[in-house]
């Protein structure tokens, strides 16, 4: 994997041009919460196992986020590490189970930043205009939900994107392993800007109200948060 980190703020691009909501559904992802001390320290880390041996062989694409807003939760940072693939995910996380360069990488970056949660997942969909968020300093609104019917409510969600294919880009993730959390997915809306994300909430978009009945006895909304990208890693 290469270290393409880019001044403060890293260039993203998740494929999303390329990315139909089919294939898109195949990826896995692992996420980082961190109470960071040194964020810089953080981002050399991160250099150094990028430009490793190890970090070169890896097929994953790694966004180190940092929270603008995060309710009652300490973590001031982000890392997301995604996979193609169950069987790329396999591959990278045996790679580095047994590198001394993730060893080292761990030792590094607990001297900056403290791991408050981790969790796995897949992402189910994705919605919006691509092309409308290219910033990379792109901002993200976060909304952790418990679903009671999943099916249902993927259904709702994309009717809802589908009807908004201009405005922006949305995400629906399904969490696998996230500890007590009780959140069962994720939804995440993006913006070329903290100010664009904020005045362009779901609820003006057409469709909400429909969505909202839609989804009202099956959706809880646990936790809101919003971020803002700072640093990409994209695999060779």
Excluded: C
């Excluded at 990315?19 to 150094?48: C, E, H, R, W």
């Excluded at 418990?146 to 993927?154: E, F, K, R």
């Excluded at 969600?157 to 997915?185: C, E, K």
């Amino acid at each position: 994997m290469k270290a393409i980190m880019k001044s403060l703020f890293g260039l993203t691009v998740l494929t999303f041009a390329i990315l139909s909501q089919q294939s898109f559904g195949q990826n896995m992802f692992q996420t980082y919460d961190m109470v960071v001390s040194d964020p810089a320290g953080v981002i050399a880390a991160m250099n150094k196992l990028q430009s490793s041996s190890t970090g070169s062989a890896s097929s994953a694409n790694v966004f180190l986020y940092q929270y603008l807003a995060n309710g009652e939760s300490q973590a001031t940072h982000s890392i997301l590490v995604v996979h193609s693939s169950i069987e790329e995910m396999n591959s990278n996380l045996a790679r580095n189970a047994g590198s001394s360069d993730w060893t080292t990488f761990v030792s590094e970056v607990s001297q900056a930043a403290q791991i408050e949660s981790e969790a796995i997942g897949q992402f189910l969909g994705v919605g919006g205009d691509p092309s409308a968020v290219l910033s990379p300093n792109r901002a993200g609104m976060v909304y952790q939900m418990s679903v009671t019917d999943p099916a249902a409510y993927a259904s709702a969600w994309a009717d809802f994107a589908a009807a908004n294919a201009d405005q922006g880009v949305s995400y629906l993730s399904a969490l696998i392993a996230d500890g007590n959390n009780p959140a069962t997915h994720v939804a995440v809306n993006w913006a070329n800007s903290p100010g664009e994300l904020l005045m362009n909430q779901p609820q003006s978009f057409s469709g909400w109200e429909s969505f909202s009945q839609r989804v009202s006895g099956i959706r809880t909304i646990e936790a809101t948060a919003m971020m803002q990208l700072i640093a990409t890693w994209a695999a060779e």
